[in-house]
Each structure stands twice: as structure tokens, then as C-alpha cells.
T-cell receptor, first 116, second 113 residues
């Protein structure tokens, strides 16, 4: 079955540091890949997505590239801010592969803490 | 445009009771999915409804059920509550079965005592 593996957290960084959160996946076919962010007490917000190999998703300074050869979708940001403190989830969608509708398979989440 | 609305936001129940959670999708969205989030198991897919029909179901016991109404609003029900059902229940909607982007609500936090 499908699975997503994320690096363990928490990740603690100083403001303006470079961020990388690793994500690898196992899936049949050609899934779409996503990063969602969850702030305390809230639901999930879509951060960025990529639907095919070599696509780069980007939003709010965050980027991730769909690497089929390494089955990876690592999240990066050049300079983090305190306001980026949240839990980040990598996910894949097997839409159309199984014909049974769409469902997201999530990683375990990585908590990011950014300090001044 | 209003987002996905879930009610209630917080609720406390005791073991053996049942609970019903409600989700109103974004206007025009016809597909609604439900996920359970717990510290131990993370985010797990419960089921998806499209045009009042269940399209996909996760690996949960029959105590977990759902339905969708003709206006696309959805409810999920958990009967005979167990302590392990304490979780954040997230609803998400998308335009149709061909769209791959889900928009999530803020969730309903259920505590079972």
C-alpha cells in the first residue's frame, strides 16, 4: 500500500535559518504530492503541491520538488520566521489509481519551532 | 467564500455514548472526506462521500459511519464510544471526484471520558 515517511521532529531553528524537512514516499502509479501545515488548534492548510515528476510546488517562500527517481518531496525554505512554527505534514494522493475515489495518505508530521 | 465549517468544535462524551459530527463543505464542493487525527496514529482516512454515495472507506470498525445529504453537507456518527475514539476529527471538501486538492475544516475535537 501507499506510505509516507517524514523526518522525526521537533525541529528547532533560529529565525532566518535554512529549513529542510525530508519526505519520502511509496506508492503505485503516479501520485500527487502535498505539504500541509497545521497551526496550534487549527485544521490543515494546504501549503503546496506537485502533480507530476519534476514539478516544483512553491508558496510563501516554501518549495518542494517531486523527485520520482528518489521518491522524495523534501520541503525547503531559505529563511524561516517565528510565524512558521507549526506542524508540517507530507501527503500523497492516489487519485485515479485505485478507482475508489481520492484519499490522502499522510506522514506522521514534523513539528517546527523557530526561535528568535 | 466561506470555508469548510465543522460543528461542534469541541465536545465531551462518556464511554458507550454516541456522537454525531457535522460538516458543511465549501459552496459548490460535492465531495466530503473525513479524517481522524490522534497523537498515536496520526492522520487516518475514515471515508469519502460524493453525491450522497460513499466512494471510499478506511480501515475503521463499523461503529464509525457517515452520510451525505443532497446539499453536500455531511455527518459522521460514532456509536458506543471508546476512550480510544478521543481525537480531532477533520472534514475536507473538494470540488468533485476529479479534483485532487482537499480543503480542510478546523476540526471537531472529541474527548471521551
Amino acid at each position: 500500500g501507499n506510505s509516507v515517511t517524514q523526518m522525526e521532529g521537533p525541529v528547532t531553528l533560529s529565525e532566518e535559518a535554512f529549513l529542510t524537512i525530508n519526505c519520502t514516499y511509496t506508492a503505485t502509479g503516479y501520485p500527487s504530492l502535498f505539504w500541509y501545515v497545521q497551526y496550534p488548534g487549527e485544521g490543515l492548510q494546504l501549503l503546496l503541491k506537485a502533480t507530476k515528476a519534476d514539478d516544483k510546488g512553491s508558496n510563501k517562500g516554501f518549495e518542494a520538488t517531486y523527485r520520482k527517481e528518489t521518491t522524495s518531496f523534501h520541503l525547503e525554505k531559505g529563511s524561516v520566521q517565528v510565524s512558521d512554527s507549526a506542524v508540517y505534514f507530507c501527503a500523497l494522493s492516489d487519485l485515479g489509481v485505485t478507482g475508489g475515489g481520492n484519499k490522502l495518505t499522510f506522514g506522521t508530521g514534523t513539528q517546527l519551532k523557530v526561535e528568535l | 467564500k466561506a470555508g469548510v465549517t465543522q460543528t461542534p468544535r469541541y465536545l465531551i462524551k462518556t464511554r458507550g455514548q454516541q456522537v454525531t459530527l457535522s460538516c458543511s463543505p465549501i459552496s459548490g464542493h460535492r465531495s466530503v472526506s473525513w479524517y481522524q487525527q490522534t497523537p498515536g496514529q496520526g492522520l487516518q482516512f475514515l471515508f469519502e462521500y460524493f453525491s450522497e454515495t460513499q466512494r471510499n472507506k478506511g480501515n475503521f470498525p463499523g461503529r464509525f459511519s457517515g452520510r451525505q445529504f443532497s446539499n453536500s453537507r455531511s455527518e459522521m456518527n460514532v456509536s458506543t464510544l471508546e476512550l480510544g475514539d478521543s481525537a480531532l476529527y477533520l472534514c475536507a471538501s473538494r470540488v468533485n471526484s476529479g479534483a485532487n486538492v482537499l480543503t480542510f475544516g478546523a476540526g471537531s475535537r472529541l474527548t471521551v471520558l
